[in-house]
């Protein structure tokens, strides 16, 4: 270990250190929300300054990377830009989180260190160069992801979400621990590069790397959320305080693609042509019954649960034609990854501040007439929902761009992939009506209730000010990010055997 | 005129088109809601501004040279070679103009009727205007795309806010087809870019712009089972807005629910775009395409114009007989469009501006006796000739307009596509004459009822609220009146606009694939 290594891990070292500060800060003045707000705040812009300019030192190489710890640990395009989408997907959840946890005696301090312990893991994932570090970001994401879902100790809907997302989850690890065993036993190595090097060298797909292969599949299908590995996620969504299901519904979501990206991508590339054909199954699979399933919904939040899975599947769609040899499916998805985290954390950003009121419940009958008692909040939840379902000009509808555009690229080669293009298409008509029924009650309906809506802290709206630019910028003037994700793309190995 | 050309030919006069409502309607956000008049004045001065802009254009744009003239362009995301591309020709010119005149006569014909959230309405007007003329002047796929789509959302909330009682299914319903069809037409354009870019040397440029890519179709490019399933992505995206025969079941919902302007709109503009759409879009791009599908297409050309005609006979309310009328006439534009026959063309758009016009007017005129009444039944209405004599004369004039009375601008369109039909298919000509005669039938019964013979009881106890028409609603009427009498006895004006267009469209299908026209012989 050098001191280079540890200035390369700097941005998850400066992540774990400031969860550690916001502990502090809480045990100093115990309860205050003010300081560790403060404390959090500043603390993000800091890992995000030390990220870029890690990320900018390794752009500066040669070859744009940058290894760290005997090669364990890389700092490359991808890395920083999957490490910048963390910190602005944290820095948005404790942006509308203090309102809702203060109206309810919940203690933020906690809250933001567990959430900056998932990012450190998020982190450690997108720079993950050997399996061992791979599965370790894992489980630090992971880990304090079961504890925000049942952060409201006393609400049994809470708790209980929390148990079946802790049980699952962690059966679905130990799956996934299998499979990599698998692997490191029929390659002999951990470091993803080596795996990549011997795969290419020609082992046949052997029994043994089949399993491998599956529990591996099996165990990111779970994290995920992909059908039918999803059963986890809508009680454990709706149990969730509503920051939480924010932050579970996009942050360990973006992680589990970076594993994807990584494992998929760069260890397993060689066998594409064996993966990616489960790839396009779970996708086509996952979005269709998302949809169809948040067609049912009366609760905006399970809705939008079910309406995640559904995102999960569009996010594989881009994967796929990756693993079709198209590197445009690689660019896709990642742009989705950030259009979709700033339109759904602000969605759950409205959903929080309506319900900032105690007893007020995500039902559809609460958005009544939104339009006339919070006009503000029900224009900008309109944007995120039009945003969801795709619409022009906006974030999301420029993600299923890119992402469809990849698949009708990739379809030249494999037909498979146009036909998942207007599957991809059909899903989202489907999803159309369940979003804009939202829009219905907000817009069409009269309030069911004459109670005055309760303030909003400044936080709040700078947080959901944020996610409004983001999401209106990124579907108008979609070319800045679109470099930023060409040059990620390009991080990964290579391309896969198509 | 050629001076006038040179001198605006430096302005980016469709940019200004397309924007003007755009800041006009942020101008609007920031007006208190609680003044609704100013806002309706500011509203229709918008509208105003921006239909004197076009007709500016009008003025300027240089015939005899023809083409796209006032073109822009700027490069959007090179990457993709995505651009921001707009230009008109005669085609676009004449139904932008009809767009911002319909929009500022249905601006004024709301002052009225719509009394709750002024301001929400006349915001959803001013982007629902920049949506549709952004439609007819994109020259870039991705960019007529994304107009495309932002006609949607305001039509969607006006119908679902402001409209009658069944609204939310009728407004879901709207949307839903409408996305069903469009969503899969954006898979069909990404993967003619695709084709593009494959071709080209995997180079993006030019990927998504119209007249590069309508020249490599011409190479046969996107011909084979490609085209036929391209093509078909695109027909069901125009076929459900024209909207033809069996995709037409969301537009009497959307029709009958919609408040007066936004049926004006609907009826006046909205359906236009499916017809600019084939003939700006599919047919070049995928001219074989189009001659392997065109025997199906006139197939249920002919189904919609009888059905909708037979529909229309029974129809007890008013309004969904002037909406499955549409069904009809509109028929006859996909007829004229997919005969690829001059004749058949010209009369095709000529029929678009004046289906516009002249159903515009009748749901207008729809509008005003449901202001009076809150009732459309035609049963209930009859005998409305002694009380609102002027009314009933505006009626008249407008339903003889749509029978399609020589002299009257309904008749040029619907003669020009049966001479051009003719020429080419006997058969199909044959049934969509005679079902003109249903068409008189249909129109002439409801006119008939509605206003001769004794007043009825419902009418006698209104009373005194029964009165004539308002200056203001004549206001409305009198330049479509106008427009329908002198694109009646002079449709030269409009010929000769549309008709290099119109060339091009057909030389760019016929020179692809001469392949034997017709059904039957």
Known sequence: MTVNDLALFGPVIAAILLAAAILVVDFIAPGRFVPAIVVTFMGLTLVGAITAITGQAAANEPGGSLTAFNGAYVVDALTTYLDLLFVAIVALTMAFAPDYLAERKLPVAEFAAVLVFAMSGAMLIAGSADLLVLFLGLELMVLPGYMLAGYHKTDGYSTEGAIKYFLLGSFSSAIFLFGLAFVWGLTGTTSIAGVWQILEGGIPLSPGLGLGLAFLMTGVAFKIAAVPFHYWTPDAYQGSPTPVTGYLSVGPKVGAFALIIRLFGDALGPLAADWNVIIMILAALTMTLGNLVALTQDNVKRMLAYSSIAHTGYMLVGFAAYGAGQILGLEGLLFYGAAYAFMNLGAFAVIAAIQRRLGVTSNLSTFSGLIRREPALALMMTLFLLSLTGIPPTAGFFGKFYVILAAVNAGSTNGWLTVLAVVTMINAAIAAFYYLRVVVYMWMRDPQTEEPALPHGRLVWTGLAVATVFTIALGLIPGGLLTIVQSAAEAVTQLPAS | ?521
């Open chain 2, 1 to 521: 005129m050629s001076q006038l050309s040179q001198q605006l030919a430096g302005l980016p006069l469709v940019t200004i088109v397309v924007f003007l409502p755009l800041l006009g309607s942020i101008l609007l956000a920031f007006l208190p809601s609680s003044r609704p008049q100013l806002i309706r004045y500011v509203a229709l001065g918008i509208a105003l501004v921006t239909w004197a802009v076009s007709l500016v254009m009008l003025a300027g744009y240089d015939n005899a040279a023809g083409g796209y003239q006032f073109t822009q362009s700027i490069d959007r995301i090179p990457m993709f070679g995505i651009t921001y591309t707009v230009g008109v020709d005669g085609l676009s010119l004449a139904l932008v103009v009809l767009t911002t005149t319909l929009t500022w006569i249905s601006i004024l014909a709301s002052f009225g009727p719509i009394q709750t959230r002024v301001k929400e309405y006349m915001v959803s007007f001013l982007v629902l205007e920049i949506g549709m003329i952004g439609v007819f002047v994109a020259l870039d796929l991705f960019l007529f795309y994304i107009f495309w789509e932002l006609v949607l959302v305001p039509m969607y909330l006006i119908i679902g806010i402001w409209g009658g009682k069944n609204r939310i299914y009728a407004t879901i319903k709207f949307v839903l087809y409408t996305l069903v069809g469009s969503l899969l037409m954006l898979v069909a354009i990404l993967a003619v870019a695709y084709t593009y870019q494959a071709g080209h040397g995997g180079s993006w440029e030019n990927a998504f712009d119209l007249q590069a890519l309508t020249q490599y179709a011409g190479t046969g490019a996107f011909g084979g089972t490609f085209g036929l399933l391209a093509f078909g992505a695109f027909f069901l995206a125009f076929a459900i807005k024209v909207p033809m025969f069996p995709f037409h079941t969301w537009l009497p919902d959307a029709h009958v629910e919609a408040p007066t302007a936004g049926s004006v709109i609907l009826a006046g503009v909205l359906l236009k775009l499916g017809g600019y759409g084939f003939i700006r879009f599919a047919l070049p791009l995928f001219p074989e395409a189009a001659h392997s599908w065109a025997p199906i297409i006139i197939v249920l050309s002919l189904i919609g114009i009888i059905y909708g005609a037979i529909v229309a006979l029974v129809q007890p309310d008013l309004k969904k007989l002037v909406a499955y009328s549409s069904v009809s006439h509109m028929g006859f534009v996909t007829l004229g469009i997919f005969v690829f026959q001059e004749q058949g063309m010209q009369g095709a758009v000529l029929q678009m501006i004046n289906h516009g016009l002249i159903t515009g007017a009748l749901f207008l005129l729809v509008g005003v006796i449901y202001e009076r009444t809150h009732d459309r039944t035609i049963a209930k209405l009859g005998g409305l000739g002694s009380p609102m004599p002027v009314y009933a004369a505006a009626f008249g004039f407008f339903v003889f307009a749509s029978v399609g009375l020589p002299g009257l601008s309904g008749f040029v369109g619907e003669f020009l596509t049966l001479i051009g039909t003719f020429q080419v298919d006997y058969l199909a000509a044959t049934v969509a004459t005679f079902v003109m005669i249903f068409a008189a039938g249909y129109l002439l019964w409801m006119f008939q009822r509605l206003a001769f013979g004794e007043v009825s009881d419902f009418l006698k106890g209104l009373g005194h609220h029964l009165t004539d028409m308002k200056p203001i609603e004549a206001l409305t009427l009198v330049p479509l009146g106008a427009l329908v009498v002198v694109f009646g006895l002079y449709p030269g004006i409009l010929l000769d606009l549309i008709q290099g267009p119109v060339e091009q469209t057909l030389n760019a299908v016929n020179q692809a694939a001469p392949v034997a026209l017709g059904l039957w012989r």
